[in-house]
């Protein structure tokens, strides 16, 4: 099993000049930069959102749906935990340790020309709203460590009585088919939206 970490960043860096222009044209009150720096990136900062009027910074955090190119999934995956040289490492939701305020999920992503991305939505995602939302429906870092433990969780969905596995979202485990075999929170686009804990950008 190989990391898909190299071929996504290339992906990555294609996709970017497809979303600034899309920043570009629909936030008009925003002016935003790009952040290139890798430690910055590690600690969930990719963009910089400035509001014209307030003068206020958000940090963004671009996770783009990479292994779907040319299809639309009607959910997302948040990273609740991997692993790393044998090692379990804390995912990118409940880490402490990322900037982030929004994530910007990306998905529907086209590719009706080689090489080049020409579609694709945008959802912004209030960060700490999202985990305060989780929280009230007893979902919770250590809750979920502890009723499903990566060592005894099996490959593929699982339900979880906090979530309508149809409407709302599940767990999912990558056991046997990616190398990092990361345990995601897989919640339901519409339903982010519908809790007011979503935006889409246009």
């Known amino acids: 099993m190989k990391s898909t970490f190299t071929s996504d960043l290339k992906k990555e860096q294609r996709l970017s000049l497809l979303l ?95 090489e080049v991305f020409t579609s694709c939505k945008v959802t912004f995602v209030n960060r700490q709203k999202l985990i305060a939302f989780l929280e ?10 502890q009723n499903y433990p990566a060592e005894s969780l099996p490959h593929g ?3 979880i009585k906090e979530l309508n596995p149809s409407t709302e979202g599940y767990l999912y485990h990558s056991k046997n088919n990616k190398s990092e075999k990361p345990i995601n929170l897989v919640l339901r686009l519409e339903f982010l939206l519908d809790m007011g804990l979503a935006k889409n950008l246009f």
């Open 136 to 145: 009230t429906r007893g979902i919770t870092q250590n809750i979920i460590s």
């Open 20 to 114: 600034d222009s899309y920043y570009t044209k629909h936030l008009k009150n925003y002016h935003f930069e790009r952040i290139h720096d890798i430690n910055e990136q590690l600690q969930g900062v990719d963009l910089l959102l400035k509001q014209k009027s307030s003068h206020m910074t958000h940090v963004v955090d671009e996770k783009a749906q990479l292994d779907y190119i040319n299809e639309s999934l009607p959910t997302f995956a948040f990273e609740l935990s991997y692993y790393k040289n044998d090692f379990i490492k804390q995912g990118w939701l409940y880490d402490a340790n990322k900037k982030t305020d929004f994530y910007a999920l990306v998905t529907s992503i086209y590719e009706d020309e080689p």
């Open 157 to 159: 969905k699982t339900n």
